[in-house]
C-alpha cells in the first residue's frame, strides 16, 4: 500500500511538475501574452493536473458493437447509438496512398508547434489547411480569426464554457441549447462540477434574468435542422457548434460569421480517431483563454494527429478543386453527398413499408457549394414511433436488436430515437432490412 502511494505521489509530482515546466518556459517566450497567465489565477495545482472529462459516457457506451458477418442476420444485434462515422472509411481505402503520412522517430518531439501564435501548440500546416478547406467549401469565415485546436471539438466545448464564463461571479453562468439538444451537453457541462458553469436545460422556456450561454448546433444532432438562437431575449453568449455544417449533410447557404465557431474533423472526413477539431474566434482574450484551458488541461494538442489531420484536410480540398481530373474523379463531398442521399432513400423507404414511424421533413435550399438546390440528409435519423401503445421507442427498438439513443437523453419525449447513418454499408442495409420488417 504504502508502496503504491509512493509510485502515485511520483507520477503526480512528475506530471505538476512538467505543467509548471511548460508554464514558466511559455511565460518567457511569451512576454506580451499575459492574459492567459492571469487566467490561471485562482487554479490551484491539483486543478491543473487533473481536468478531465469522461466525455464517451453514454447510455450504450458498453453496449457491443454490432456483431460481425456470419452470425445469423437475425439475431445480430446493430448498434447504431454511437455517431460513429465508419462509413467514410470507404472512400479514404480509395484514396489509397493519397492520404498517408510519414512520421520519422525524431519528428514532432517538442511541446511547441508556433510560440510566435496565441495558440502555441497549432501545427501551421493544419492552421494552413483549415482556412484552405473553409474557403473551398464556403461554410464559415477565417479572417479576422483565431484558430484554436483541441482534442476533439469536445475539448473546445469545455475550453470556450471555461473562456466565457465570469471568473469572478458568485454563481456558475447557465448553459443552455434549445430541445433537442445534442446529450453530451449536459453531461459535459456539469461532467466536473465545476463553479463556473451549470447546465440549465431548453433553450426555448430558459427566462431567468441572468447572464447565459446558449449553444447552437446547426444542423442540429439530433434532428438535422438547421438552427439560430432560440432564447427569447438578447444578451446571451453564443457558441455555435458547426460540427455539421457540411456539404453532405445540409445545404451551405452561406459562411457562418460568428463570435464562436466550433468544428470537428469527426464529422467531415470521419476521422474521429484522430481527435482533433477547431474553434474560429474573433475575441483575442477568448482565445487566449481557450488556449491556456487546453494548455492546463493537456499541455497542448497532439501534433501527429494535427499533422495527420492537416494531410486528410488537404486531400479533400484537392478532391474539390481537381474535380474531375486524373488524380479525384469527383470531390470527397460529392462521394459523401450521393452516400447520405442513397441512405435517406432507403431509410424513408423501410419507414414507408412499416407504417409505424415517422421522420422530419426538410425543405430544400440553395447550396452554394453544390450550386444547386437541395434538401438536408442528416447524420442522424430522428426517428418517431407513432403508435399510442409504444412510449419508450428506444426499448422498443431494442427488443429488435436496433441499439439508439432515446428521447430522453436529449431533452424530449421517449418516443423519439436518434440513430447514426454514419456506419458502415453492411450494417446500415441490415438495419434498413430488419427496420422495414418491424410492425406494431
Ligand atoms: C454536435 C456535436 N458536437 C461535437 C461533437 C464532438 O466531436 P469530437 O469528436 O470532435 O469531440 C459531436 C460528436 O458527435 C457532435 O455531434
Redesign the pocket.
Known sequence: MGRVIKVISLKHFFVLSMALNVSLILRAINQDNRAPMAVQKGINAAQMTFLSFPLLSSPTAAAPATQPLGQNGRERVINLDH?DPTMYEKYWKQMGDKATIVIPGWQSMSYFSDVKNLCWFLEPEFAKQIVRLHKVVGNALTEGRHIVVGT???QLFSAALYALAPQDASNPISVVSAAPY?SCYPLMTDSIKSGLHKWAGDAKVFNKDEPYVELV?SPN?PDGFVRHSMVNRTGGILVH?L?YYWPQYTPISSPADNDLTLF?V?KITGH?GMRI?WALVKDVEVAKKMTKFIELNTIGVSKDSQIRAAKVLEVVSDSCEQAGGSEHVESFFHFSHALMTERWRMLREAVKRSGIFSLPEFSSAHCNFFDNNLGSQPAFAWLKCDGDDVHDCESFLRRHKILTRGGKHFGVSPKYVRISMMDREETYDLFIQRLSQIRS
Open positions: 455517431g476533439g471539438s469536445s445534442y448546433t444532432n457548434d460540427a470537428t469527426s474521429a477539431g
